[in-house]
T-cell receptor, first 112, second 110 residues
Framework: DGGITQSPKYLFRKEGQNVTLSCEQNLNHDAMYWYRQDPGQGLRLIYYSQIVNDFQKGDIAEGYSVSREKKESFPLTVTSAQKNPTAFYLC???????????FGNGTRLTVT | EDQVTQSPEALRLQEGESSSLNCSYTVSGLRGLFWYRQDPGKGPEFLFTLYSAGEEKEKERLKATLTKKESFLHITAPKPEDSATYLCAVGYSSASKIIFGSGTRLSIRP
């Protein structure tokens, strides 16, 4: 079955450490996205990529970095510069820019 | 300011009690309005896309409608398994992206 795989489901890190969240899709979608979800808030866009080797900052990109070396993969690195990294992170993909998003089941990151 | 606002924040209904969820938006160049369902600890699941005012989509007990300023998600005779958070999102060309509302937490009591 086609879909988006995010790993790990839960991730724990110490403050000051960088951490990379994995996102893989086998839907053959061109566009991929990273969103952050905090309790009681909507999804906020961190980064998105419309094509391999190209990506753009979303609304809250500070303290995060991404790469898009392969169509299937869009890893997100949460750096030590991110002031409040504890959150639920969601990866999504779509066929094209304004098509419906298909989401993974998220990674819950806790930084202490 | 580009914005998507959902109301109410939370809604508790008795099984079989129909109601509506609201999503209002202020963006330029609407390219699509999306409804998603999200269960706790899971990623959102796509329900509907609406593209133009007057359009309607239905799926089981859910019906989504769209006007020039807002969308409604009507839930007819809901069941406990309809309990979830319902998210609205808007894709628009003036900023070339999709933004989400903060969601409505729906709880259906047996």
């Amino acid at each position: 079955d086609g879909g988006i795989t995010q790993s790990p489901k839960y991730l724990f890190r110490k403050e000051g450490q960088n951490v990379t969240l994995s996102c893989e899709q086998n839907l053959n979608h061109d566009a991929m996205y990273w969103y952050r979800q905090d309790p009681g808030q909507g999804l906020r866009l961190i980064y998105y990529s419309q094509i391999v080797n190209d990506f753009q900052k979303g609304d809250i990109a500070e303290g995060y970095s991404v790469s898009r070396e392969k169509k299937e993969s869009f890893p997100l690195t949460v750096t030590s510069a991110q002031k409040n990294p504890t959150a639920f992170y969601l990866c999504a993909s779509s066929i094209e820019k304004y098509s419906p998003l298909h989401f993974g089941n998220g990674t819950r990151l806790t930084v202490t | 300011e580009d914005q998507v606002t959902q109301s109410p924040e939370a809604l508790r209904l008795q099984e079989g009690e129909s109601s509506s969820l609201n999503c209002s938006y202020t963006v330029s160049g609407l390219r699509g309005l999306f409804w998603y369902r999200q269960d706790p600890g899971k990623g959102p699941e796509f329900l509907f896309t609406l593209y133009s005012a007057g359009e309607e989509k239905e799926k089981e007990r859910l019906k989504a409608t769209l006007t020039k300023k807002e969308s409604f998600l009507h839930i007819t005779a809901p069941k406990p398994e309809d309990s979830a958070t319902y998210l609205c999102a808007v894709g628009y060309s003036s900023a070339s992206k999709i933004i989400f509302g903060s969601g409505t937490r729906l709880s259906i009591r047996p």
